[in-house]
């Protein structure tokens, strides 16, 4: 079964606005780690946060993680329509298991 | 330079064809990975060769057979391609740290099978 899910599955803003992406996830990871995916293109790594972090900063990204929730946010501030795109979390498990995607959110940043 | 590669990009063949994508990477990663992507962009692993060898095999059919000459090139055949078999498939490389560090992807190989 899926390990992570994102929510919401598409989010539609204005662009200035803040963004948020949250991620659920079921069982004990080592590292939770966000891609985006522009259209027709490859995932892009943007940030990692580890089991011992709460939070973390990458520019205009802030990723929170709370293990005992088994949840992660992702906030994007200040949009632009350059981060249309879509919005995956990744986990990764303890053991020799290959990182668990979820099934993204879609972001729509309009100018 | 691309620091992952995969050819080709677009793959349109008929049921029953054999088919491969090739994929290299640049970065002097140990491990790399397919995932398969269908329509809903559910990205999902298929095989993981780390330093030439198999470690992970997803329950994926036996029609799909990965071949890694050297650490570098991570190759996917498939034979006897099946309609369900369209998505777009992606090749990654990573370098095992503290767990699975951030994966560098290609940039996809949509596969058409009419």
């Known amino acids: 079964s899926q390990q992570g899910e994102e929510d919401p599955q598409a989010l539609s803003i204005q662009e200035g606005e803040n963004a948020t992406m949250n991620c659920s996830y079921k069982t004990s990871i080592n590292n939770l780690q966000w891609y985006r995916q522009n259209s027709g293109r490859g995932l892009v790594h943007l940030i990692l946060?580890?089991?011992?972090?709460r939070e973390k900063h990458s520019g205009r990204l802030r990723v929170t993680l709370d293990t005992s929730k088994k949840s992660s946010s992702l906030l994007i501030t200040a949009s632009r329509a350059a981060d249309t795109a879509s919005y995956f979390c990744a986990t990764d498990l303890s053991g020799n298991t290959p990182l668990v995607f979820g099934k993204g959110t879609r972001l729509s940043v309009i100018a | 330079d691309t620091a992952v590669s995969q050819t080709p990009k677009y793959l349109v063949t008929q049921m029953g064809n054999d088919k491969s994508i090739k994929c290299e990477q640049n970065?002097?990663?140990?491990?790399m990975y397919w995932y398969k992507q269908d329509s809903k962009k559910f990205l999902k692993i298929m095989f993981s060769?780390?330093?030439?060898?198999?470690?992970i095999n997803e329950t994926v059919p036996n029609r799909f057979s990965p071949k890694s000459p050297d650490k570098a090139h991570l190759n996917l055949h498939i034979n006897s391609l099946e309609l369900g078999d369209s998505a777009v498939y992606f090749c990654a490389s990573s370098q095992p740290g503290q767990g699975i560090e951030k994966l560098f992807f290609g940039s996809g190989t949509q596969l058409s099978v009419l």
């Open positions: 946060i580890r089991s011992n972090e």
């Open positions: 970065l002097g990663h140990d491990t």
């Open positions: 060769y780390n330093n030439k060898e198999l470690i």
